[in-house]
């Protein structure tokens, strides 16, 4: 092989790896996944923290949820369709809480044809210190994330059954 043709099968493979790159990078499912990293993210607690701070974080979850979105928790019957809601329900959930974690797992997304929208299941393990020791939960969660301006955004989300610690959150 002369080194002309060397240079261009080069040049071919590194452009290849980089289309590649950029699609993996602006895929529907790492964004995504990234979102819902980021969402956990939120929800945790290490350590004090002021009012201040609990309202914007509580805010700062809303902020991931589309207009119009349903949240639910099975076995109950009732449900969060306003931002409002959502965000005391939020505040209730971490107040108190020495330290909250979140471990996701089990990650299964289906898209929809146009790539616009996907169900995403996963399980959620909750790690709680409301000051008495640790209490642990673990859920099937299902969201409907949509494509909202150009972000993704929950449109559904519904706690399913407990698969470890039943109520030991208070949920």
């Known amino acids: 092989m002369t080194t002309g043709w ?3 099968a080069i040049a071919a493979a590194v452009f290849v790896a980089l289309a590649v ?3 993996w990078w602006h895929s529907p499912q790492r964004r995504i996944y990234r979102r819902l990293d980021a969402l956990t993210d939120r929800l945790e607690r290490h350590g004090e923290e002021s009012s201040l701070a609990a309202v914007a974080n509580a805010q700062g979850v809303v902020d991931f949820f589309a207009p119009g979105f349903v949240a639910r ?5 009732g449900e969060l369709r306003e931002p409002q809601e959502l965000a005391g329900a939020v505040l209730r959930f971490r107040t108190g809480a020495q330290r909250i974690d979140i471990g996701v797992s089990d990650r299964r997304l289906t ?5 616009r929208s996907g169900t995403l299941f996963f399980v959620a393990a909750v790690t709680l210190d409301r000051g ?7 859920r099937r969660v299902r969201t409907l994330w ?3 301006s150009g972000n993704w955004r ?3 989300l519904e706690l399913l059954e407990p698969i470890e610690g039943a109520g030991a959150l208070g949920l």
């Open 6 to 8: 060397r240079r261009l």
């Open 146 to 148: 949509i494509l909202d």
């Open 21 to 23: 790159l950029w699609s």
């Open 111 to 115: 898209l929809a044809a146009d790539k």
């Open 154 to 156: 929950i449109a559904e």
């Open 73 to 77: 928790a099975q076995p109950y019957e």
């Open 132 to 138: 008495a020791g640790p209490a642990r939960e673990t």
